[in-house]
């Protein structure tokens, strides 16, 4: 199992959600990402550092991460809602 990070806006983001139910769905999802963080998402790019960042979407919630698997701990670098 991986631990899991958040950038600094990130946990701004999470607390400013006035919705109990739309914080619980953002946190349920987060929590599938520690079980299978090699899972390549939607989507793949280099950061800056050269690290590989992935795009995956999880219950309607779109999440950019890394893995650092040696570390065995997961950065979210951002999350969105995804509307239908």
Do not use: T
């Not at 769905?25 to 050269?50: R, S, W």
């Not at 795009?55 to 309607?60: H, Q």
């Amino acid at each position: 199992m991986y631990d899991l990070e958040f950038a600094q806006d990130v946990l701004e983001e999470l607390g400013a959600i006035d919705s109990p139910g739309e914080r619980r769905k953002f946190l349920a999802a987060v929590q599938c990402l520690p079980a299978d963080p090699a899972h390549p998402g939607l989507a793949e790019a280099l950061d800056q550092q050269g690290r590989v960042s992935r795009i995956s979407v999880i219950s309607g919630v779109a999440f950019v991460y890394w893995a650092d698997h040696p570390m065995r701990k997961i950065r979210v670098l951002a999350v969105k809602a995804m509307h239908e």
